[in-house]
């Protein structure tokens, strides 16, 4: 697992997650980092979207109770409305 230095010689652990196809890390948290909160991390709370993870879709009543894990594979969609 990567890591990053959080100061005063301690090591935290990073998460890496495949996000549309990137990889990108995110500290490790003591709590669950849970769907609801990638969304919010990536500015997209309250804008219409679909998530998958690792194949599955998540429904948006779930987001605030399904934990990420490193290594997930996350594809987010985000709808463009128009005319």
Same mark, same amino acid.
């Given at each position: 697992?990567?890591?990053?230095?959080?100061? *005063? %010689?301690? =090591?935290?652990? /990073?998460?890496? /997650? *495949? =996000? $549309?196809?990137?990889? #990108?890390?995110?500290?490790? #948290?003591? !709590? !669950?980092?849970?769907?609801? !909160?990638?969304?919010?991390?990536? %500015? /997209?709370?309250?804008?219409? =979207? !679909? @998530?998958? #993870? $690792? %194949?599955? &879709?998540?429904?948006?009543?779930? *987001?605030?109770?399904?934990?990420?894990?490193?290594?997930? #594979? =996350?594809? &987010? @969609?985000?709808?463009?409305?128009?005319?």
């Amino acid at each position: 697992m990567p890591e990053e230095a959080a100061g *005063h %010689g301690k =090591i935290r652990p /990073l998460m890496e /997650l *495949h =996000i $549309n196809g990137e990889t #990108r890390q995110f500290p490790d #948290r003591d !709590a !669950a980092f849970t769907v609801a !909160a990638l969304v919010a991390e990536l %500015g /997209l709370a309250g804008k219409r =979207i !679909a @998530v998958e #993870r $690792n %194949g599955d &879709i998540v429904p948006r009543s779930q *987001h605030g109770e399904t934990a990420l894990a490193g290594g997930d #594979r =996350i594809e &987010i @969609v985000v709808a463009v409305g128009g005319g």
